[in-house]
């Protein structure tokens, strides 16, 4: 895991992260950060071996020049493809959702805000098909003394230090319509999707696998549910281990894709000072 302190002054397009602050989509405001911030980086690197889902064709990036050029400079350009949905990113609610906000209408409120962890590791650890209750979202109210009231609700169920082994990460290394039936990772319960919706204003919610659903899920309902109330969702984070359960400011940027329905997304997150 990346980690990267900066003193001083973060300036960001768009939002001012400050307690309790109400920031108007588009306005331009200033970030403070303590000096020796630390950032870490919460995403996985794009390339060949970038997981994607068995029936994409994965991360392409093809070398259009390299070299010095005829005028006696240095010159270098690529191009790459790839699917909305692979590696870290977004699903836009209109992924499951046909009124649903498209990647350019998400907010930036919704991106950036306070981390709620909800360590479920454990569980993941006996059970490859897990799905995270309401039980365990009670369990960290209680812990944690608080409500999941305005945060960004982040998953750890500790399946990104699978990430170099796809078998493990997904339950095979199989490609194709064939291996969707052969998913095994956890998710959200459908239920404690909705109890989220319906009683918990969250920004967004992320996860450290594949889908916000778990590997056997067939009709994807914590993706329908969490869509139809515009509840955006981060995919395939990379390692939470130093995020605590509160605290910690996340910065969840995709590609600015017009109507897409997602996008690759550079996650980052300020460690608290205490």
């Known amino acids: ?36 911030a630390q950032w870490v980086d919460l995403t996985h690197d794009f390339d060949a071996s970038t997981i994607y889902w ?31 949905h692979g ?21 930036l409120d919704r991106l950036i805000g306070e981390a709620a962890v ?7 650890r006996d059970d490859p098909d897990y799905q995270v209750g309401v039980g365990d979202l009670h369990r960290w109210e209680t812990q ?7 945060v960004i609700v982040l998953i750890r169920t500790g399946y990104a230090t699978f990430w170099q082994d796809r078998r493990r990460y997904l339950g095979t290394d199989q490609t194709g319509p064939d291996a969707v039936s052969q998913l095994h990772f956890p998710g959200l319960d ?15 919610i992320g996860i450290d696998t594949a889908s916000i659903d778990h590997g056997q899920s067939e009709r994807f309902q914590s993706h329908v549910t969490l869509f139809k109330h515009n509840i955006p969702v981060f995919e395939n984070v990379a390692d ?11 910065v969840a940027l995709p590609m600015k894709i017009a109507k897409g329905t997602g996008a690759p997304l550079r996650i980052i997150a300020s460690l608290p000072s205490n």
């Open 87 to 107: 590696g870290t990113h977004l699903d836009a609610p209109i992924h499951f959702s046909k009124e649903g906000h498209t990647v350019d209408q998400v907010t």
């Open 190 to 204: 459908p239920m404690a999707a909705r109890w989220l919706a319906d009683h918990r204003p969250v920004k967004a």
């Open 54 to 84: 068995p029936t994409e064709s994965g991360f392409q990036l093809t070398v259009d020049k390299f070299g010095m050029t005829e005028k006696g400079y240095f010159y270098a350009s690529k191009r790459f493809a790839a699917a909305e």
């Open 240 to 250: 939470l281990s130093r995020l605590p359960a509160q605290g910690a400011t996340v």
């Open 1 to 36: 895991m990346n980690i990267i302190r900066f003193a001083g002054v973060v300036r960001l397009l768009g939002v001012m992260l400050v307690a309790g602050a109400s920031v108007a989509h588009g306005q331009v405001q200033s970030l403070s950060v303590s000096a020796g």
């Open 144 to 150: 944690q003394g608080r409500q999941l009231v305005d």
């Open 118 to 124: 909800i360590d479920v590791r454990d569980a993941c």
